[in-house]
């Protein structure tokens, strides 16, 4: 499984944000050249963190965006399903009625288990604990 361009940007915008927030409200163009993302990609990233209520936005000169949930309560999991179209490893643990074999097939099994797996993983690894592992990096 390959994670998209926006599923990886997703996550630095949401860490660089954890980061920011005790200033307040984070501005885009900060973002961008801290994380070397154009405003543009940025600003077509933020509507569905802001849409699955990851984010909020505040209107103003002193506006820009904040996290909506604490950073402990923003998994890589939750990233990752939201941008990914598909999250399963392969199409027959979302849509076995398309695979003639799904129902006596230990290789699906065996595929739905390590999809189990990697969310598992990923679901244990919050913004928070990036943040930590970032200051003992620094």
């Excluded at 940007?9 to 900060?30: F, I």
């Excluded at 739905?112 to 930590?132: F, G, P, V």
């Amino acid at each position: 499984m390959k994670l998209t361009k926006k599923t990886r940007y997703g996550a630095r915008l949401l860490l660089d944000l954890a980061q920011h927030q005790d200033k307040g409200a984070v501005q885009m163009s900060g973002i961008s050249i801290r994380q070397n993302i154009s405003v543009k990609y940025l600003e077509q990233i933020i509507r569905p963190l802001k849409k699955g209520k990851f984010v909020k936005s505040i209107r103003g000169p002193k506006g820009g965006h904040m996290l909506a949930k604490k950073p402990e309560n923003i998994t890589l999991g939750d990233i990752t399903r939201l941008f990914e179209e598909q999250s399963e490893l392969v199409d027959c643990i979302s849509e076995p009625e398309n695979c003639p074999k799904s129902d006596d097939c230990v290789v699906r099994l065996a595929w739905q288990k390590a999809t189990n797996a990697l969310y598992k993983e990923l679901d244990s690894i919050s913004i928070a604990n990036l943040l930590e592992s970032k200051k003992s990096i620094l």
